[in-house]
């Protein structure tokens, strides 16, 4: 079992920044991939980033490309979701997850069912 605890979230201004860390406990954590996910309301789940298990790998949706980083501190079991230039419309619960390495550099799983464990998200909100 791995336990994942997001944090970081909060109410921002259009333009502004908001770091959002997952901390992870349990099992190994570069055993596994990491990937961040948002739900807003009435929309479904979607991907915003992924990094694979040792970080020789990134993967933004193209919503987020150049305004959101992921990277992740396997010493300190945590990956982490750089949004600057925030908009009205990434306001959404923001979800980490993990799931299995695929014992490669670039894996970056970029769908829901290539997570195994899920935190309970935190919610972001950008105002206009």
């Known amino acids: 079992q791995v336990q994942l605890v997001e944090s970081g979230g909060g109410l921002v201004q259009a333009g502004g920044s908001l770091r959002l860390s997952c901390a992870a406990s349990?099992?190994?954590?570069?055993?596994?991939?990491m990937g961040w996910f948002r739900q807003a309301p009435g929309k479904e789940r979607e991907s915003v980033a992924a990094?694979?298990?040792?970080?020789?790998?990134?993967y933004h949706a193209d919503s987020v490309k150049g305004r959101f980083t992921i990277s992740r501190d396997n010493a300190k079991n945590t990956v982490y979701l750089q949004m600057n230039s925030l908009e009205p419309e990434d306001t959404a619960v923001y979800y980490c997850?993990?799931?299995?390495?695929?014992?490669?550099?670039?894996?970056?799983?970029?769908?829901?069912?290539?997570?195994?464990?899920w935190g309970q998200g935190t919610q972001v909100t950008v105002s206009s």
């Open positions: 997850a993990a799931g299995a390495s695929g014992g490669s550099s670039y894996y970056t799983p970029r769908t829901q069912d290539r997570y195994i464990y």
């Open positions: 349990g099992r190994t954590f570069s055993n596994y991939a």
């Open positions: 990094i694979s298990w040792n970080a020789g790998s990134t």
